[in-house]
């Protein structure tokens, strides 16, 4: 019985757990609807917008009631902003719109029975043609190269440990234990299929957070190796309190530890960390050799493309809203990457040379320009939390194929549409022997 009640928390805390990272917010009982008056929600630069807030209750339009709303760049102080009583439920503003490729913000709240309402639009100023405000190094590739020698030295020491209360009929799981870069280990979930044979593998990285980890155990059964890390060096299967702990404690804000020297940034070990996981997968006898993915969202989007640039055993990538691109963007006036290392709040303790050359040799924008493999994106105008601008700004300088689908009202989650299309185009790809 007691086996029982663990197993059950297990598994409401991992659905919980991916239905907070992946699904829509809930929806509210008075909704705030902000729409841009392009259905595509994109202008030239130079070009006026008009933005439509309506308040809705029961899907209809609410009178009388108090508006307040913020006009301006992206994650920038408003540069237009109004309260007023809207007898109609419904108002207009307009906006000249930007002089510059980038994304204009409208943030309307609705205040009804002493209860605050959002909603908001980003439109979209020719953002195909948003260039990085982040540096290359000259010695960028030399220093991962430098860096992925000195990983391939280390043995990779691997612990697999058999999970019997996550098996199902066609597929073993295991915790994975791997030795890192810089005396650290690797811990991940580790789903095999039961059945003989070679197979396709996927990496999965995860977005912002300390947390445990399932395992990717539906891809599994459909044919795939797949593999999913943590980040952080610890197990990835202890009780749920530990990592509410750590995130609070020795690991909170630990995206900016060491950040004033690039060979000890908290971050060098992860990136190759996603290579050692690569090692690993490579060693399996059921792994086919050939085809490896891998895919993930936010810090996790980050990595995909990351391992995909410094790992030519990559062969796909999936991303979502990837964060930590082109994070030096509020040093030149407009919205950065998250964690937004240079913005209002973190600007005075961040903005020293030694800080921002580190972070060149970690940004996304820097390994999208050395991608040579397809990958697939997706992400919304909506996102607060990984601006638009920021990840146009990575997109735009991959050379490699690539697809964008995108889902305009969006913020920092997904809709399964989205889901779907990414996961079945990534397997689609790793089948096509």
């Known amino acids: 019985m007691h086996l029982q009640r663990q197993l059950a928390f297990l598994f409401l805390f991992v659905f919980v757990s991916f239905f907070n990272l992946n699904a829509q917010p809930t929806e509210q009982f008075i909704k705030v609807v902000v729409a841009p008056d392009h259905t595509n929600w994109e202008y030239k630069v130079g070009e006026r917008v008009k933005f439509t807030v309506s308040v809705l209750q029961n899907d209809n339009l609410l009178k009388n009631t108090i508006v307040r709303y913020e006009l301006g760049p992206e994650k920038l102080p408003a540069t237009k902003k109004d ?6 439920g419904s108002l207009t503003v307009q906006s000249e719109g930007m002089k510059t490729s980038g994304f204009l913000r409208l943030i309307a709240y609705a205040y009804v029975n002493g209860k605050q309402y959002k909603g908001l639009a980003t439109a979209g100023f020719e953002p195909m043609k948003i260039s990085p405000t982040v540096a290359l190094p000259d010695d960028f590739n030399a220093f991962w190269e430098n860096a992925k020698n000195e990983l391939a030295q280390i043995p990779i020491d691997a612990t697999i440990t058999l999970l019997p209360e996550r098996c199902t009929e066609k597929v073993n799981v295991y915790h ?9 280990r690797l811990y991940g979930i580790l789903c095999i299929p039961k059945a003989n044979g070679k197979y396709p593998a996927i990496l999965r990285v995860p977005g912002a ?54 060979d000890r940034f908290y971050y060098k070990r992860v990136y190759l960390g996603c290579v050692r996981a690569n090692d690993f997968i490579d060693s399996l006898p059921q792994y086919d050799g050939t085809h490896l993915g891998v895919t993930g969202g936010s810090q996790g989007g980050a990595l995909s493309i990351i391992t995909a640039a410094l790992d030519s055993r990559v062969k796909y990538l999936a991303a979502f809203y990837p964060a930590l691109s082109d994070v030096t963007g509020y040093l030149q006036g407009r919205a950065g990457g998250w964690p937004h290392y240079f913005d209002k709040t973190n600007i005075t303790f961040n903005n020293t040379k030694e800080k ?42 991959i050379k490699a194929p690539k697809q964008l689908y995108l889902a305009l009202e969006t913020g920092h989650w997904s809709y399964s549409e989205q889901n779907e299309k990414l996961s079945g185009w990534l397997q689609e790809q790793l089948k096509n022997k």
């Open 209 to 262: 957070g300390v947390r445990p980890y399932s395992g990717d155990i539906a891809t599994a059964e459909k044919g795939f190796i797949t593999l999913e890390i943590g980040i952080h060096g610890i197990p990835v299967t202890m009780d749920p309190s530990v990592y509410t702990s750590l995130g609070q404690g020795a690991l909170s804000n630990y995206w900016n530890y060491n950040m004033d020297n690039r």
């Open 176 to 184: 994975v234990n791997l030795q890192n870069y810089g005396n650290s």
């Open 356 to 397: 921002i050359a580190t972070v060149a040799y970690y940004d996304v924008v820097n390994f999208a320009k050395q991608l040579k493999v397809p990958g697939n994106y997706s992400w919304g105008f909506n996102d607060e939390t990984c601006p638009p601008t920021s990840m146009y700004a990575a997109y735009n300088q």
């Open 83 to 88: 309260s007023l009583l809207v007898t109609s």
